[in-house]
């Protein structure tokens, strides 16, 4: 016979009264099994270099560096300084760097001297600036050349100039290859079968580029490849040297879940909110503006898991109106679970998530120190990241 545990759906709270809203939460259990299918799907976590711009939680990446996880991607300064703060080895910023942030990209290397970062490149007017960077703090990078496989989003086409630019990457006295990037997001088909053939294609074109690179003797010595929907196709045909980078499978979405229903991930991250209105017949409305859920998505922006079959309406900054037909409105004050159907900047919105138990209670709460994009002050006693490490490995 099961337990109430078991039969009871790990976001409806207990002592949910005293919970403020709206709040995303998420499910201790249910981000461990999402880490631990992505690790089996890979083959081992030797071969996942996973991107953190989902969570941007120190808790999170120290659990997936529990799980054996060595190697990172991310997006942003603030998500790099996250994960050097956790004791991460090795950081791959994914992202073209211009302006001042090379500058602070050098900073951060001199600052954490036990973590190796990487950057990327898709032209040589990003590169000479970088370069320049370097050279002047006297700070040696790796650098990955970003390749368009077919997302046309950023990246250099394969060809010729792509592969003139690795060779100045590696002739540089401050850069150093480290090998191709080729984010491949186009990898889009529900259907299983052609989302492997779009994934075949991608992969064929950047081991295509690394093959021609290796044979005019240029070291290339990681590809990285492979989103959520992408990355389980990759692995299935892993090829030495391969890293794979999905995101959005430590909390999983709704959207991904609609998408891909062969994906094995959990739903670990909803906002839970409450009914503030219900003043006309089969309408309510609920704290769950657009202030706190993604607003990129077209409606419906999420689907409320314990009110299936309420239809989304308007939407504004604190409200969301919701309509319900052939049963009564939710009261005012009842708890409601929304599952977004975009994580990411969901996340964005929060300075800290609740984190729920197997028995439905808060056991506590994580900070979302890479939430935003400035770097935290290094004269700080004790930075927040620092301490929602040791929270997540029992030593505060």
């Given at each position: 016979?099961?337990?109430?545990?078991?039969?009871?759906?790990?976001?409806?709270?207990?002592?949910?009264?005293?919970?403020?809203?709206?709040?995303?939460?998420?499910?201790?259990?249910?981000?461990?099994?999402?880490?631990?299918?992505?690790?089996?799907?890979?083959?081992?976590?030797?071969?996942?270099?996973?991107?953190?711009?989902t969570?941007?939680?120190?808790?999170?990446?120290?659990?997936?560096?529990?799980?054996?996880?060595?190697?990172?991607?991310?997006?942003?300064?603030?998500?790099?300084?996250m994960?050097?703060?956790?004791?991460?080895?090795?950081?791959?910023?994914?992202?073209?760097?211009?302006?001042?942030?090379?500058?602070?990209?050098?900073?951060?290397v001199?600052?954490?001297?036990?973590?190796?970062?990487?950057?990327?490149l898709?032209?040589l007017?990003?590169?000479?600036?970088?370069?320049?960077?370097?050279?002047?703090?006297?700070?040696?990078?790796?650098?990955?050349?970003?390749l368009?496989?077919?997302?046309?989003?950023?990246?250099?086409?394969?060809?010729?100039e792509?592969?003139?630019?690795?060779?100045?990457?590696?002739?540089?006295?401050?850069?150093?290859?480290?090998g191709?990037?080729?984010?491949?997001?186009?990898?889009?088909?529900?259907?299983?079968?052609?989302?492997?053939?779009?994934?075949?294609?991608?992969?064929?074109?950047?081991?295509a580029?690394?093959?021609?690179?290796r044979?005019q003797?240029?070291?290339?010595?990681?590809?990285?490849?492979?989103?959520?929907?992408?990355?389980p196709?990759?692995?299935?045909?892993w090829?030495?040297?391969?890293?794979?980078?999905?995101?959005?499978?430590?909390?999983?979405?709704?959207?991904y879940?609609?998408?891909?229903?062969?994906?094995?991930?959990?739903?670990?991250?909803?906002?839970?909110?409450?009914?503030?209105?219900a003043?006309?017949?089969?309408?309510?409305?609920?704290?769950?503006?657009?202030?706190?859920?993604?607003?990129?998505?077209?409606?419906?922006?999420?689907?409320?898991?314990?009110?299936?079959?309420?239809?989304?309406?308007?939407?504004?900054?604190?409200?969301?109106?919701?309509?319900?037909?052939?049963?009564?409105?939710?009261?005012?004050g009842?708890?409601?679970?929304?599952?977004?159907?975009?994580?990411?900047?969901?996340?964005?919105?929060?300075?800290?998530?609740?984190?729920?138990?197997?028995?439905?209670?808060?056991?506590?709460?994580?900070?979302?120190?890479?939430?935003g994009?400035?770097?935290?002050?290094?004269?700080?006693?004790?930075?927040?990241?620092?301490?929602?490490?040791?929270?997540?490995?029992?030593?505060?």
């Amino acid at each position: 016979m099961k337990t109430d545990s078991e039969q009871r759906p790990w976001y409806q709270l207990r002592e949910s009264e005293n919970l403020p809203s709206p709040q995303l939460i998420i499910s201790h259990d249910g981000l461990r099994a999402n880490i631990d299918a992505a690790i089996r799907m890979a083959g081992g976590p030797e071969r996942l270099r996973p991107h953190v711009k989902t969570h941007k939680s120190a808790a999170v990446a120290a659990l997936q560096r529990e799980r054996g996880i060595t190697r990172f991607k991310c997006a942003t300064l603030a998500e790099a300084q996250m994960l050097a703060d956790t004791g991460a080895r090795d950081v791959l910023l994914a992202y073209q760097l211009l302006g001042p942030n090379p500058q602070l990209l050098c900073s951060l290397v001199r600052r954490y001297p036990h973590t190796r970062f990487a950057g990327l490149l898709d032209c040589l007017d990003a590169m000479q600036l970088l370069e320049a960077s370097c050279s002047a703090r006297r700070v040696a990078l790796a650098v990955f050349l970003d390749l368009d496989v077919g997302a046309r989003r950023s990246g250099i086409q394969p060809g010729a100039e792509a592969e003139e630019l690795y060779r100045r990457i590696e002739r540089s006295s401050w850069l150093q290859a480290a090998g191709i990037h080729a984010y491949d997001g186009h990898v889009g088909e529900s259907d299983p079968a052609r989302r492997r053939e779009q994934a075949q294609r991608s992969r064929q074109a950047a081991l295509a580029v690394r093959e021609r690179l290796r044979g005019q003797g240029l070291p290339v010595p990681e590809l990285v490849m492979g989103g959520t929907p992408a990355f389980p196709c990759h692995a299935e045909a892993w090829q030495e040297g391969m890293t794979l980078s999905p995101g959005t499978y430590v909390y999983h979405d709704w959207g991904y879940a609609t998408r891909y229903p062969d994906l094995p991930f959990q739903a670990a991250a909803l906002v839970f909110g409450r009914v503030i209105s219900a003043a006309y017949a089969g309408q309510f409305t609920i704290d769950v503006g657009s202030k706190a859920i993604a607003a990129d998505p077209e409606q419906p922006r999420g689907t409320i898991l314990n009110l299936p079959g309420a239809v989304a309406g308007p939407q504004s900054e604190e409200h969301w109106v919701f309509r319900v037909e052939g049963r009564a409105a939710p009261k005012v004050g009842e708890a409601v679970y929304v599952w977004p159907r975009h994580i990411c900047p969901t996340v964005e919105h929060y300075d800290r998530v609740a984190v729920i138990d197997d028995g439905g209670r808060v056991e506590g709460y994580w900070e979302v120190e890479a939430r935003g994009r400035a770097l935290d002050d290094p004269a700080h006693p004790k930075r927040s990241s620092e301490r929602a490490s040791e929270r997540a490995s029992g030593r505060e």
